[in-house]
């Protein structure tokens, strides 16, 4: 089966009750964990925003918490692991400042790991691409915003 367009779903769903909306969101939910994240975002977190950061952030230091340490494969492999769901809970939100604030938490927590990620080149090259997407994340916000974030990013830099 090939999926249609945006549109043509759009135009069938502007013909839909709001119970049958209803049901069908609900009959998404059931299919994959990321549809009932996302509507869990939607509903009940996409208005308070910093919970929702924090949330996040607290989830990151468990997951930190957790790496094997033993072998630099280990902790790459842990290190894709959050950086992919870290990633994924950015896309729920499409909010820039709640992209560059999330990564830049996870570039610190990821430069406070020991042993040091300058020991592994592949760490250091995760790190490296992920202050290139902090810095277009904030060149995208709000001058005010901006001044904040390059403020905190240097200061992650010259660590």
Known sequence: MKAVTIKQLKD?????????LKE?????????KENKELLTYLLFESHHEEGY??????EMDVQFEEI???????????????????????????????????????CKKLKELKPSIKRSTRLQNVFDTQ?????????????DLQYDFKLELAQLLDE
């Open 68 to 106: 094997n340490t033993n072998s630099f494969y280990y902790i790459r492999k842990s290190v894709r692991k959050i950086l992919s769901s870290t990633k994924k809970f950015i896309r729920y939100s499409k909010k820039k400042e709640t992209e560059a604030e999330l990564l830049l938490y996870f």
């Open 131 to 143: 202050v290139r997407m902090i810095q277009k994340a904030i060149d995208k916000l709000h001058e």
């Open 12 to 20: 069938e769903l502007s013909h839909k009750t709001a119970n049958e």
């Open 53 to 58: 950061i924090q949330s996040i952030k607290d």
């Open 24 to 32: 069908l969101c609900l009959h998404l939910s059931r299919f994959k």
